[in-house]
């Protein structure tokens, strides 16, 4: 596979700008993965690389993924909060590559929240 | 930990915690002295001197959601097990500093692991975090900084799917590359 250079980055900058969308730059979407010791420990990267790979095959720019710490609900890590512009965050547990990439394409991106793997709902 | 880059994960969300804005982590695999040496550096608020003790205690934490604290204490274990150690600098106000060492080809060194997924979490979890990564194997350097990344991407952010597609194929042909053309036994 030929390396992949800083040209390469420049013209997917170059493109990006290009896109009218990215001049909105506004957050609709926020997944937080838990990454607590206990979350890593169960897994917490590999949730995280699966999600990566979702969103890099999203065209969506309104969806931030951010890393927490142990939110003290240490057994039923790996924990993912999906919180979608003005409804209630939910928590999913217990997460993996699989769950994560279901929740990605029916929560985040068809707002149908997955009941079975889901902790809580913050009211 | 299964994987040596979940400890260097663990660490560095610490450095997260601790509000840095600059956190470097390098890897060094040298065969000739049989070393595996980690450090992860950061400019975080820093560890009080009188708790700097005990942060390698299980059944300490700064934090209030569990009552034990294990990420640093089991890194070093893991370290312990394999001929090696690990060791914690740190001043209040300036950052942390952990440094440990295996012996490369201990049998209980757990492998490396996906360190490019890793970092990609770490990246794109902590997008006001700048990340400078550095891989040495054998002499060969692998190292990204995001700085430059940003000042590349002119505002166009890390998490847009392009960049991310390409910040993922990035780091996995870099770490890989310094394998490829390495033809030791040792592998990570």
Known sequence: MPKLTIEDLKRIREKAKKSTSLREGETTVKITVHMG??????????????????????????????????????SSEPNVTVELHGRDPVIYQHMDKNKMRQVFRRHVLLNEVQTDFALARIR | MREISLHIMDIAENAVSADASLIEITVVEDAGRNRLEIEI?????????????????????????????????????????????LFIRSEE??????????????????????????????????????????????????????????????????????VLSYLRDYLREGMAELRTRHDSAHCA
Do not use: W
Not at chain 1, 41 to 70: H, N
Not at chain 2, 100 to 128: E, Q, T, W
């Open chain 1, 37 to 74: 010791t206990c979350g890593i420990a169960a897994g917490a990267r590999e949730v995280m690389d699966a999600l990566l790979e979702e969103l890099a095959q999203s065209d969506r720019q309104d969806i931030r993924v951010v890393t927490a710490g142990c939110m003290g609900m240490c």
């Open chain 2, 41 to 85: 550096r950061d400019n975080g608020r820093g560890i009080p001197s009188d708790l700097l003790e005990r942060v390698l205690d299980p059944f300490y934490t700064s934090r209030k959601t569990r009552r034990v604290g294990l990420g640093l204490s089991l890194f070093r274990e893991a370290a312990r097990r394999c001929e090696g150690d």
């Open chain 2, 93 to 162: 106000g300036k950052g942390t500093q952990v440094s440990s060492f295996f012996r490369l080809d201990h049998i209980d060194r757990a492998p490396l692991g996906d360190m490019a997924g890793a970092l990609a979490g770490l990246i794109v979890g902590n997008p006001r975090v700048d990340f400078v990564y550095t891989h040495n194997v054998d002499g060969r350097v692998f190292r990204v900084d995001t700085r430059d990344l940003r000042e590349t991407l002119d505002g166009v952010p890390i998490t847009h799917p392009d």
